[in-house]
């Protein structure tokens, strides 16, 4: 059961819905299309009833004619397989960098201390020119794999593109990634070339990562050039016998761009899974897809304006990262924040937005939260002038952390929570433009998106948790996985449980309104005496507890058939989980869910482990409860608190049931 409430907290003025993005498309469909429709959810209807219509309007709107024609919107309408825009030809890069200005600035470049510093649309062209000549240089082109160990800096964005317009497929992982996680995701792709930063900053400290980078060559055989990235040491890089090392090199002014003339479905980049369940699966994106997708989700659903300033608080090892980018597909700017979101305290992230003169500024649910939990107050601490909207992602967000953001970050902020992957780099459902804000609901499913909620037999449940599938196919899904010739672990991964129907593994509820509660991964699902219900409901009752700063709750069946629920949490300091503060969870949760909520079991846990972007460990750990090793679920340095997994490995064999 939902917890949600559907009180609303802020609904757009008639000015701002004009003045939207969508407001312009229906009027662009209405002038050129001979199209009206009354508002969001009946563009939605037909966007997805008419699915090749709808994309080829947004092909139109978004000027893409000017890159080329094509030969059919979408053929063999099948999942997995469908084929999108045949014919077209199509690079990112270029499309990047299609819109520049001579008034607004393409990046904006920041640390926790220094002072942001603007990079111009042509000063980005230029510098991408450079990376893209020298990669050309090391005879990189289509094929071939560029590999980048860096932060989230203005270099970062400069080798992606440049990546991009050789025709060469980017890969990228954060440097505050261990090694072995590191190398079990860039030997799948054999790359030819490591682009790799001296070091990092993270919560005051300065991390030099250049022996990393060493470490990194040694694993990778194929690499045979390094570009090095120094931003604050001097002195040799560490390499080995074979590789050639090169500076970043230089721009010269107005330099040209070459830019590959690719097809719409030439691999642009791969994203990897979190790695928490076994190889991390290598997902392929293509240039096509992924502008088509971009445009249309930050366009007309998070209604990112050339006139914004657009910041995420994230790495490079997140999909949002790649999502952020596709803001210069808009014109806009895009702020880049290299460091921790609560350095000097939890308010560091918004003092970052504030400093940049963010306008839409990205978080993940556990920044918003942590915020809630320290009673931060932004609004009073650091001001956020020019902030128009949060847009919220990663998690569930807790009821009461939605009316945190009103009550202490601004009344008049557009909170846009968002459900969406790596899987497909985008958004499945968000908000809308002419839509209000309710507390604990996700607006409405994207446009082109045919989202739906589903039992165990496929019948369509309103009102009712049940599996987010969307029954048609989108243009940014997956081209394959690396490592996967014949796609059997493609295929596995979304279409196992319902042939043809893409299962994006979260349980969700539909209402009548198309409004939506995402309540966790479904595979991850507790499921007492055939009641089923997603982890969210209970983390939203037990973290608002004082003397809890974090839980784990598991539902794992167990050989002999039994089912155990345990609730981990992770007390603030200086206090104990005695009998009177059990008691006390067990009473929230039997009284505001109900009796089939309450554990088995509640245990002080020493941390809760996480994915490397802030998701909670309840898969890996379910396992580590049935009886599986460690080592066996979760790939070295993918994961916050590794050393606590024999912790849990340890608790599993107290249940009794799990073999030892």
Known sequence: ????????????????????????????????????????????????????????????????????????????????????????????????????????????????????????WRELRDEVAAVATRLRELDVGPGDHVAAYLPNIREAVVALLATAAVGAV????????????????????????????????????????????????????????????????????????????????????????????????????????????????????????????????????ADVRASDRFLFLTSTSWMVWNYLIGGLLHGATIVLYDGSPTFPDVNGGWRIAERTGATLFGVGAGYLMAGEQANAEPRAAVGLSRLRSILQTGSTLAPSAWRWVYSHVSPDVWLQSVCGGTDICSALAGAAADLPVRTGRISAPALGVALASWDPEGHPLTGQQGELVVTEPMPSMPLRFVSDPDGRRYRASYFDIFPGVWRHGDWVTVHDDLSMVVAGRSDSTLNRMGVRMGSADIYAVVERFPEITDSLVIGAELPDGGYVMPLFVVLAEHIQLDDTLRGRIVTAIRTELSPRHVPDDIIAAPAVPRTLTGKKLEVPIKRILQGTAPAQVVSAGAVTHEDTLNWYARYGRTIGRVPK
């Open 170 to 301: 980017w890969t990228a992982c954060s440097p505050d990634f261990g090694i072995p996680s590191v190398l079990a995701r860039f030997r799948q792709v054999a790359p030819v070339v490591l682009i790799a930063a001296d070091g990092y900053i993270y919560g005051g400290k300065a991390f030099d990562r250049r022996a990393e980078a060493a470490e990194l060559l040694d694993g990778l055989p194929t690499v045979r050039h390094l570009v090095t990235v120094r931003r604050r040491t001097t002195g040799s890089w560490p390499t080995r016998a074979g590789v050639t090392v090169h500076d970043w090199p230089d721009p010269s002014a107005d330099a040209e761009i070459e830019f590959a003339d690719v097809p719409f479905d030439h691999p642009l980049w791969v994203l990897w899974s979190s790695g928490t369940t076994g190889v991390p699966k290598g997902i392929v994106h293509g240039h096509g897809g992924i502008v088509v997708e971009l445009l249309k989700s930050l366009g007309l659903g």
């Open 1 to 120: 059961m939902s917890m949600s409430s559907p009180d609303i907290l802020w609904r757009p003025s008639p000015h701002q819905v004009e003045e939207s993005n969508l407001a312009d498309f229906l009027r662009w469909l209405r002038t050129s299309r001979g199209h009206s429709f009354a508002d969001y959810i009946e563009l939605w209807r037909w966007s997805t009833d008419e699915l090749t219509e709808f994309w080829a309007a947004v092909w139109e709107y978004y000027g893409l004619d000017e890159a080329g024609g094509y030969d059919a919107v979408l053929t063999e309408r099948t999942m997995p397989g469908a084929r999108w825009f045949p014919g077209a030809r199509l690079n990112f890069a270029q499309r990047c960098l299609a819109a520049p200005s001579d008034t607004r600035a393409a990046l904006v470049s920041v640390t926790e201390t220094g002072e942001p510093v603007e990079t111009s």
